[in-house]
């Protein structure tokens, strides 16, 4: 599986960014789906994430902000981002897991940088 993640960034505090993660498969294939980012010098942490039988999850620092969703004809899902913040800057990364597998698959990462 391949991931390819795009929208990021420069942006002002308060401003909006859309991040795209494109799939190379059916999105139907997977039962993970979801964002993370990694700070300089931070853990990796989940931002929010989306199962197949549940419904989103969101790290307590974006809830009202961020919201993960996915087109299925398009084998895409996305990262709205609002009212950003410079604590939000960080390489966000797309992450997936099929059916039947505990293997994870990630994107490269695209870079969000929150400042004036």
């Known amino acids: 599986v391949h991931l390819a993640e795009s929208g990021g960034g420069l942006v002002q505090p308060g401003g909006s960014l859309t991040l795209s993660c494109a799939v190379s498969?059916?999105?139907?294939?997977?039962?993970?789906m979801g964002w993370y980012r990694q700070a300089p010098g931070k853990q990796r942490e989940l931002v929010a994430g989306?199962?197949?039988?549940?419904?989103?999850n969101y790290a307590d620092s974006v809830k009202g902000r961020f919201t993960i969703s996915r087109d299925n004809a398009k084998n895409t899902v996305y990262l709205q981002m609002n009212n950003l913040n410079p604590e939000d800057t960080a390489v966000y990364y797309c992450?997936?897991?099929?059916?039947?597998?505990?293997?994870?698959?990630w994107g490269q990462g695209t870079p969000v940088t929150v400042s004036s």
């Open positions: 992450q997936t897991r099929p059916y039947r597998t505990s293997v994870d698959y």
């Open positions: 498969r059916s999105l139907f294939e997977m039962n993970v």
């Open positions: 989306l199962t197949h039988d549940n419904g989103p």
